[in-house]
């Protein structure tokens, strides 16, 4: 146990259900480190087992853990229309170099209601004509929703593409009041 009474080693995880669909959540001592879309029993078969390998510690299934349970209650306000930032300790560990960094100015600097074009991230990371390095970067989010991949969107007014499904961007970007409710 560290000195605020957390244990460092442990990887908790936990799958709550939402308006688009199952999420799992996934934390370590440092933080929220994973967001996994459509977490059907297979999905989250496979992202624990890719957390596994990549953080060397057995995944634990844990909802009732502290920052997990904050980082689920805070999730859920946020779907509900009722919080527009987040206020969670992030681990960045299964994201490096220039991804990490468009990740953290992403997180940082769009905020709620507001988008950003692939290529206009890219400039703020000193990338002018890298907006296909962001999009990438955006694919390989490890926590989105939470660092807001779904408010990157083409410059010529296209939605781009999305991890967790167009539908779920739509809906996400609705939610923030961008796009409007889908009719169906």
Known sequence: MDSHGRDEQRLVWAVM???IGPLMLAATGDGLVNVVFHASDAVRL??????AVR???EPVEDPDAPL???AIHQVRAY???ERHAFDLPLDWSLISGFNRQVLRALAS?????????????????GQPGGAQAVGAA????PLPVVVPCHRVVESGGGI?????????KRKLLALEGVLPEPLF
């Not at 600097?109 to 990371?125: I, S």
Request: no cysteine.
């Open 138 to 141: 955006m694919g390989a989010n």
């Open 55 to 57: 953080l060397g510690r």
């Open 46 to 51: 496979r992202a624990l087992e890719r957390l």
């Open 109 to 125: 600097g769009v905020p709620y209601g507001t988008v950003v074009g692939y290529g206009d991230l890219a400039g703020r990371v």
């Open 79 to 81: 779907l509900a229309g």
């Open 68 to 70: 997990l349970a904050e």
């Open 160 to 168: 781009g593409g999305f991890g967790g499904g167009l539908e779920t």
């Open 17 to 19: 259900g939402t308006d």
